[in-house]
C-alpha cells in the first residue's frame, strides 16, 4: 500500500527554466508535508515543508503548493540551476504518529547546463 | 552541531551472516528513526525510538532484524542472518520530539550505510 506516490521517476530541464515535481498521497489523516533532496552516497537532506493549514510555502528558489482536495503537492524550482540535479523525495506525516515519515520512490531531476 | 553519523559506510556480506550498523544521533534529539533505502525506492521506516523505548517497529522484519538504542543516545540495527533483498541503504536519522519548537517535523538523515548481501 503505497500512501504516497511520486508519478514521475526521472525530470529532465534545462539551466535557467522551471522545475516542477509532483507528489500523490492517499491517506487524508497526512498533516504534514516535506520535499528532501538527495545527492549520491549522501542522505537526504531537508529542502522545504508544507502543513496542511496552508496552500503554499515558498522559501527563495522553491516553492511548495498543497492542493488537500485533490491530495496532490507540488515542488516548484525556478529557476533550475545544475547544483539541483538530485533526487527528490516527497514525505508525508500523520498527525498521529508522531514524526514518522512516509516517503515517495523519488524524483531524479537532471539540469542541463 | 554535527550531524548524524553513521558506520560502516559500506559492507559487503555472504547470505546468512550477520551484520551491525551503528548510529549517532545530533546531541538532543530524543527521537531516531532507522530507514531501509533499496535501489529505485523511496526510504521505509523500519523502527523508531523515543529516548530508549520503541515507538513503531510494525515494518521492522523480526525474524532476522532487531535494533536497539541503550541509553536513549547511540543506535545498532542488526540483521542475522542476511538474506539478498536485504541489501539496500540503511539510514538513520534522529529529531526533536513532537511538540519542540520549530524543526522537530524535520528529520536530520546520516549519509547511510550501504549493504549489499552476495
Known amino acids: 500500500d503505497q500512501q504516497v506516490k511520486q508519478n514521475s521517476p526521472s525530470l529532465s530541464v534545462q539551466e535557467g527554466r522551471i522545475s516542477i515535481l509532483n507528489c500523490d498521497y492517499t491517506?487524508?489523516?497526512?498533516?504534514?508535508f516535506l520535499w528532501y533532496k538527495k545527492y549520491p552516497a549522501e542522505g537526504p537532506t531537508f529542502l522545504i515543508s508544507?502543513?496542511?493549514?496552508?496552500d503554499k510555502n515558498e522559501d527563495g528558489r522553491f516553492t511548495v503548493f498543497l492542493n488537500k482536495s485533490a491530495k496532490h503537492l507540488s515542488l516548484h524550482i525556478v529557476p533550475s540551476q545544475p547544483g539541483d540535479s538530485a533526487v527528490y523525495f516527497c514525505?508525508?506525516?500523520?498527525?498521529?504518529?508522531?514524526?514518522?515519515?512516509?516517503f515517495g520512490g523519488g524524483t531524479r531531476v537532471l539540469v542541463k547546463p | 552541531e554535527a550531524g548524524v553519523a553513521q558506520s560502516p559506510r559500506y559492507k559487503i556480506i555472504e547470505k546468512r551472516q550477520s551484520v551491525a550498523f551503528w548510529c549517532n544521533p545530533i546531541?538532543?534529539?530524543?527521537?531516531l528513526y532507522w530507514y531501509q533505502q533499496i535501489l529505485g525506492q523511496g526510504p521505509k521506516l523500519l523502527i523508531q525510538?523515543?529516548?530508549?523505548?520503541?515507538?513503531?517497529d510494525s515494518q521492522l522484519p523480526k525474524d532476522r532484524f532487531s535494533a536497539e538504542r541503550l541509553k536513549g543516545v547511540d543506535s545498532t540495527l542488526k540483521i542475522q542472518p542476511a538474506k539478498l533483498e536485504d541489501s539496500a541503504v540503511y539510514l538513520c536519522?534522529?529529531?526533536?520530539?513532537?511538540?519542540?519548537?520549530?524543526?522537530?517535523?524535520?528529520?536530520?538523515f546520516g549519509a547511510g550505510s550501504r549493504l549489499t548481501v552476495l
Open positions: 536519522a534522529s529529531s526533536r520530539p513532537r511538540g519542540s519548537r520549530a524543526g522537530a517535523n524535520v528529520l536530520t
Open positions: 491517506n487524508s489523516m497526512f498533516d504534514y
Open positions: 508544507i502543513s496542511s493549514i496552508k
Open positions: 546531541s538532543g534529539h530524543a527521537t
Open positions: 525510538f523515543q529516548n530508549n523505548g520503541v515507538v513503531d
Open positions: 514525505a508525508a506525516r500523520k498527525a498521529a504518529a508522531g514524526n514518522k515519515l512516509t
